[in-house]
C-alpha cells in the first residue's frame, strides 16, 4: 500500500484533495492509504480526514445494493473466477463478523489490518444478506474509528496521543 501511495504522490497530477478522495475510494487501499497519502502532500489534518473519510463512504452503498447482481452477472459472463475469489473472500470474514454483529463489522471495518475495511465489510454484508440500515450504521461508525486510528498513526500523533 505505501508503495502505491508513494507512486501516486509522485506521479498523479490531480489537486491533493481529489487525490486523496480518489485513493480512498480504491478498494483494499482505503482511505488508510488515502490518510497516508493526505500526509505525504502535507494537507492540513482535517482536510485529510475529510476527503478520506468521504471518498471512502462513498462507494459503500452502491456495495451494500448492488454487489450481489454485479457478482451474479460477472458469473454468467465468463467471469467465474473473479466471483469465485470475491466470495471466497467474503465467506473466510463472514464468522468475524457473524461472531459479533453490528460490533463485529465495525470493528472490522475500523481496525485498519490487511484485508479490512469498508469495501470488505460492506461486501461481506451484503452477500450474506444482514440488515441494510445496521450494516450502513456500523460501516459508517467503522469509517469513523479507522479514520481515528489512521489519523494518528499517519500523522505523527502517536507521541501526542501517549504521552
Known sequence: MEAFVGWWAAHVAFPHWLSVFFVSMIPLIEERGGLILAKLLNMPLWSGVFWCVI?????IPFILLLIKKI?????????SKITDWIMAKA?????????????????FVGIPLPGTGAWTGALVASV????????????????LLAA???TIVSYGM?????S
Do not use: C, Q, T
Not at 471518498?55 to 462507494?59: A, D, E, H, Q, R
Not at 465467506?91 to 470493528?107: H, Q, S, V
Not at 450474506?128 to 469509517?143: C, N, P, Q, T, V
Open 158 to 162: 502517536i507521541g501526542a496521543v501517549v
Open 91 to 107: 465467506e473466510k470474514n463472514k464468522p468475524k463478523i457473524d461472531r459479533y454483529g453490528f460490533w463485529g463489522l465495525l470493528l
Open 128 to 143: 450474506f444478506d444482514m440488515d441494510l440500515k445496521k450494516a450502513s450504521l456500523s460501516i459508517l461508525l467503522g469509517i
Open 55 to 59: 471518498g471512502n463512504i462513498l462507494p
Open 148 to 150: 481515528v486510528i489512521m
Open 71 to 79: 457478482l451474479h452477472w460477472m458469473s454468467e459472463h465468463h467471469m
